[in-house]
């Protein structure tokens, strides 16, 4: 069997839980198989330590069957290409967020200096017969950089975030140069069936790509296949952590704290794609238009801190919050406050209580490549008594999950009515919603993903093989 090589730019001990969708899916993905997982170490090498633009050091460490190999950044370099190039324009536009998108900074050069170094690294640390996969929007150029050096496996891609329009692709500038890198992987793959359909329109319509069947594309002179993976979740091993002392603990601690009331949940990082003030704002609608809700409803979101550095950040902590405060000050009462809001990592192994002892899970993103808490929050039901899914239909994984209350994020009062109809949901049609959709998680399972994928990369690149690779 061929060594499997992951590629990310977040990486995490995968005997250790993250919090993070990406980190959580590999590190499943690779206890079972073993391997290399290469990535970014987190750490960052300030200029008087040293940290210019240049050579990173490389840190090699063994966990359970796989090893760990991971790179330092100048912060020169961390700046342009985490901060500037990924999370400052790649993040928003790939979210629909042109407005919040920085296209004048200058992070390319980093951002691709960042990809050559991770080749640089990479390459001596390769076999002939290793199977790479490289994960995400910070390393969409990799592929060429690692065949610029003479490699010659199978790369496959996985974009976890969506893929915009066409039209709203061609606004980066370089676009081209992106799609280009895109294209010289083996197999390219993304979480929904309408991100694939953006990319197979715009290599048609902006590089005369060339549909050859099979999900493959002739395209800049090779060919590259390309397909809708949905990543899933363990669900046997979510439903074990469910049972496990530290979930139930939360579980019975809820359902005594909560025993007079329904509780909401939402579990995010603080981003402003999951949607959390527009989602405050249809609370506040439930709250305003249904006051049976008073006193017997309480929403806990949880809101992760994420990318700090990066100003759009740190703007929607402050709506967040003032949000929370006039919500409370306007509802709240001496025993009863609407909203617990937390700005904190919840550690994983806890959230299963949170969510077995919810009635509602409110996941209702602007945008989002798929979304692991809405599957996480199905798996970790009791089938006798589940609570019921709120999914915006704009998160990848409303391709799945049919059964949920699928609604749109930016209407408010259709949203609040959603919530509502999900707090009054009768048990019968809680349990069915709930068998389908448990259903179609454990068919889709991140085991699932990580077969098909590489199985269909295995047989792309077997009948492909002599095909060129592609220059940037
Ligand atoms: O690494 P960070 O900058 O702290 O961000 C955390 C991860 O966020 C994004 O996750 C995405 O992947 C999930 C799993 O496929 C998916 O469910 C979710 O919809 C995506 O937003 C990002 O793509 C990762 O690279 C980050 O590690
Ligand atoms: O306080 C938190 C918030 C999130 N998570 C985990 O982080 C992942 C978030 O993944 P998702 O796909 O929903 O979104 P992402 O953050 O990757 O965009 C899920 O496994 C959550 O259980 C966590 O462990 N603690």
């Given at each position: 069997m061929p060594r499997l090589v992951v590629v990310s730019n977040r990486i995490a001990d995968p005997r250790k839980t993250a919090a993070g969708g990406l980190a959580v899916a590999l590190a499943e993905v690779l206890n079972n198989t073993g391997g290399m997982w290469f990535g970014w170490s987190g750490k960052v090498i300030e200029p008087s330590a040293g940290g210019k633009a240049g050579e990173g050091e490389v840190h090699t460490q063994q966990a359970g069957a796989v090893k760990l190999v991971t790179v330092d950044l100048a912060r020169e370099d961390y700046d342009a290409y985490y901060v500037g190039y990924s999370n400052g324009v790649l993040w928003p536009v790939f979210h629909y967020r042109l407005d919040l998108a920085d296209f004048d900074a200058g992070y390319i050069g980093g951002y691709r200096r960042v990809n050559q170094l991770f080749a640089r690294k990479l390459a001596p640390l390769l076999q002939p017969d290793d199977v790479i996969w490289v994960h995400d929007y910070h390393l969409i150029p990799l592929a060429a950089e690692l065949r610029a050096l003479g490699c010659q496996q199978r790369i496959g891609y996985f974009l976890h975030i969506p893929l915009p329009p066409p039209l709203i692709l061609a606004a980066i500038p370089g676009h081209d140069w992106l799609v280009r890198g895109l294209c010289s992987y083996d197999l390219v793959g993304f979480q929904s069936e309408a991100d694939h359909q953006h990319f197979c329109r715009y290599i048609q319509s902006e590089a005369g790509a060339q549909d050859v069947g099979g999900g493959r594309w002739r395209v800049f002179n090779r060919t590259v296949h390309a397909g809708a993976y949905p990543i899933g979740i363990d669900v046997d091993e979510f439903a074990a952590v469910t049972q496990a002392p530290e979930a139930r603990e939360m579980y019975e601690r809820m359902r005594r704290e909560y025993s007079r009331r329904k509780l909401l949940v939402g579990v995010d990082r603080l981003d402003y794609s999951k949607g959390l003030p527009h989602r405050l704002k249809a609370f506040r609608e439930l709250l305003q238009k249904y006051p049976e809700t008073h006193k017997s409803a309480t929403l806990i979101q949880i809101a992760s801190p994420s990318r700090e550095d990066v100003s759009a950040y740190s703007d929607i902590l402050h709506e967040l919050e003032s949000l929370c405060g006039s919500i409370n000050g306007n509802f709240g009462e001496l025993d009863w406050m609407p909203v617990r809001y937390m700005h904190r990592t919840v550690a994983r192994a806890r959230l299963p209580g949170l969510y077995r002892a919810s009635r509602v899970a409110l996941v209702t993103p602007l945008r989002d490549g798929m979304n692991l808490v809405a599957k996480e929050f199905v798996a970790a039901q009791d089938p006798e008594d589940p609570g019921v899914l709120v999914l915006s239909r704009f998160a990848g994984a409303a391709e799945q999950l049919?059964?949920?209350?699928?609604?749109?994020?930016?209407?408010k009062e259709g949203t609040a009515g959603a919530i509502q109809v999900a707090l009054q949901m009768p048990l019968e049609e809680r349990r069915q919603r709930h068998q389908a959709l448990l259903a179609n998680c454990k068919r889709f399972d991140v085991h699932w993903w990580c077969d098909t994928f590489l199985d269909t990369l295995r047989t792309a690149q077997a009948e492909e093989s002599g095909t060129p690779w592609l220059r940037l």
């Open positions: 049919k059964e949920a209350l699928l609604v749109n994020p930016y209407d």
